[in-house]
């Protein structure tokens, strides 16, 4: 996953990330629309509409969430390397490692 051009492409459309649901009747056709009232997607379906508008204002968030959860796995994986070395408390580190996984995985 190359987050860095997904982040390229969240600042190239962040003006777009004020859109709002024009929702037809009986779940057809649905728009989106930006916040000047121009139409930026159109004849899809009100279930699709609110897909893409969800993934679309969803997306950086995900990709601070993996970031952070990559940081603190390349932590927990730098700390057991230690505990290769002959004169590291092996448990101690272990322990470290293990906190620091488990604070990863709460968030």
Request: aromatic share 4%.
């Amino acid at each position: 996953m190359d987050i860095k051009k997904l982040r390229e492409l969240c600042e190239e459309g962040k003006d777009l990330r004020q859109v709002r649901i024009e929702f037809g009747a009986e779940d057809w056709p649905a728009e989106i629309v930006n916040e000047d009232g121009e139409t930026l997607a159109a004849e899809m379906s009100n279930e699709d509409a609110e897909y893409f508008v969800a993934i679309h204002t969803a997306l950086p968030e995900a990709l601070d969430e993996i970031e952070r959860l990559r940081s603190e796995i390349d932590g927990a994986l730098s700390m057991l390397s230690l505990v290769q070395e002959p004169s590291c408390d092996q448990s101690a580190w272990l322990e470290l490692a293990i906190e620091k996984l488990e604070k990863a995985r709460e968030g």
